[in-house]
């Protein structure tokens, strides 16, 4: 059973490590769930031999044994034996692996109000094993787990809200369950508080306070806290720049486990080998092949070799892929890392996708100037989405002041270019007339162009138009007939303007 992980990477200087939802009860480096032998024992003296006896074997690694005892235990209503015995189903230990049963255990302790079976319970429906994947619950049983003081539940709580997954996103709470989980001496906790000071995420930037809680879990031995920590070292960032220092954590990271630290030592050994030209073209055509076959994840390995050798195009295919998630578990912060590296070297379409990551806030802090400029950038290059976004942001003021004139250049730039999503926006400003005088016939001649490309939004358009009979001949037919095509894609206006109609 893999690691459980909710993406978040660092991006100092594109190189920190991975934020991780973890299981109850992290040991040293380990990410495992927690066997909570707590020191609570229940009156029955059958019980606590039986605890004694499944502690003895699960510590000498008979799991067999140990699940016949903690069984014993957990019929007889012991919640530190309900989780062990879910524990033990979960990671196949004594048992066949069977995901259900471990949920079904895990449950009978966490309605008992152990919260270490709360917090496996949460990451269970994380997860989706041996239930459906629920976000909202797996929030609720971190929260019942957080409520009762569990640092590792404050953290995977924090990277939920984080991450907008089972709760409405929200940074600042991210940062307050981190810095819960933080001050418990939770040091991936420290690690996930160091990181949002460090990008400026839910608190204001502070590279000191960065360093403090990395070393606070560098001091723990805990692998990405000693990996950030050595970046942090590397690049001069809230410490005097010290290459010796830095590797001499990043060489402790690696010994602990961490890959990342393995690559960075390489990189600063300069043991990269060099591949030839011929090679590197093997590698995108091989990468170009695997994505056409929809296969990402080959495509993203084939891919991420070229993009290491500062081939911009591949490092907007990276960022792509990242960004939407295929080949790889989705990924906002190395998405941005790809896309930054990518439009710096001139990528346009890198460019449009780094600002849609700033406009939303995606792996990167908020930021609708920045969002604005790499639109401009691309946007001036020819980019027909760009363009588009441009007029969106000078529309909705987003950026920069509300322009509809702008609005009006960006849009007609795009939709000239055949995008239908421009098509229809500029078919909105005819019909509206506030930045130019309204004209039905070219909101309609814009509609029709949208909608022949399958855009829902011009389909209704062109519907309401002839329903209304503006800028054509009123004709109901006509309107049914375009208010269909829009329901079957399932906008619900749509649907409703055809109940209107006794359709």
Same mark, same amino acid.
């Given at each position: ?10 991006? %100092?200087?594109?190189?920190?490590? /991975?934020?991780?939802? &973890? ?69 196949? %230990? ?154 001499? %954590? ?17 990189? %600063? ?14 590698? &995108? ?123 009006? /250049?960006?849009?007609?730039? &795009? ?89």
């Amino acid at each position: 059973m893999g690691n459980r992980t909710i993406g978040m990477i660092g991006v %100092l200087s594109c190189l920190l490590g /991975v934020n991780t939802v &973890s299981y109850a009860g992290e040991a040293g480096n380990d990410v495992s769930k927690n066997h909570a032998r707590c020191m609570v024992m229940q009156d029955d003296e059958r019980v606590q031999n039986w605890m004694k006896q499944a502690g003895k074997h699960y510590d000498e690694e008979n799991y067999g044994e140990a699940m016949k005892y903690y069984r014993l235990a957990a019929d007889a209503g012991n919640t530190e034996a309900q989780n062990m015995v879910g524990l033990l189903y979960d990671l196949g %230990l004594g048992v066949p692996e069977n995901n259900a049963e471990a949920v079904k255990w895990y449950r009978k302790a966490a309605l008992n109000g152990d919260f270490y079976a709360q917090n496996n319970l949460g990451l269970m429906y994380k997860d989706g094993e041996g239930i459906a994947q629920n976000y909202a619950e797996a929030a609720k049983w971190f929260r019942k787990a957080a409520d009762q003081n569990f640092d590792e539940a404050y953290c995977n709580l924090g990277l939920l809200y984080e991450e907008g997954k089972g709760v409405v996103k929200d940074v600042i709470e991210a940062v307050r369950c981190y810095r819960k989980s933080a001050e418990l001496g939770n040091a991936r906790g420290q690690c996930c508080l160091g990181y949002m000071y460090q990008c400026g995420v839910g608190v204001e930037e502070d590279v000191a306070e960065a360093v403090k809680w990395y070393r606070k879990a560098a001091d723990q031995e805990y692998n990405r806290g000693l990996f950030n920590l050595g970046v942090m070292y590397e690049t001069g960032v809230g410490v005097g720049k010290d290459k010796d220092m830095a590797k001499a %954590l990043y060489e402790k990271a690696a010994e602990l486990g961490y890959e990342q630290a393995t690559e960075r030592l390489k990189l %600063l050994s300069g043991e990269r080998a060099t591949l030839s030209e011929a090679a590197l073209k093997e590698y &995108s055509s091989r990468a170009a092949k695997y994505y056409n076959e929809q296969n990402y994840t080959e495509a993203l390995k084939n891919y991420l070799v070229v993009a290491d050798y500062d081939d911009a195009y591949a490092q907007y295919m990276v960022g792509w892929l990242y960004k939407n998630g295929k080949g790889t578990t989705q990924n906002y912060r190395e998405a941005s890392k790809w896309l930054l590296k990518a439009a710096n070297q001139g990528n346009i379409s890198a460019m449009n996708e780094l600002a849609i990551l700033y406009e939303n806030g995606n792996g990167v802090g908020q930021n609708l100037t920045e969002a604005v400029r790499w639109y401009r950038n691309a946007a001036n290059k020819g980019n027909k989405y760009a363009q588009y976004n441009l007029g969106r942001m000078y529309q909705y003021a987003k950026g920069v002041s509300k322009d509809l004139s702008m609005a009006k /250049v960006w849009y007609e730039k &795009s939709a000239n270019q055949g995008f239908d999503s421009a098509q229809n926006s500029l078919g909105n400003l005819y019909y509206n007339g506030e930045v130019i005088s309204q004209d039905y016939g070219k909101a309609m001649e814009w509609y029709r162009k949208a909608a022949a490309q399958g855009n829902m939004y011009g389909e209704f358009n062109v519907g309401l138009l002839y329903e209304y009979g503006y800028g054509v001949t009123k004709n109901i037919e006509e309107a049914v007939k375009w208010y269909r095509k829009a329901a079957d894609q399932g906008m619900d206006r749509a649907k409703t303007k055809l109940q209107e109609l006794g359709r």
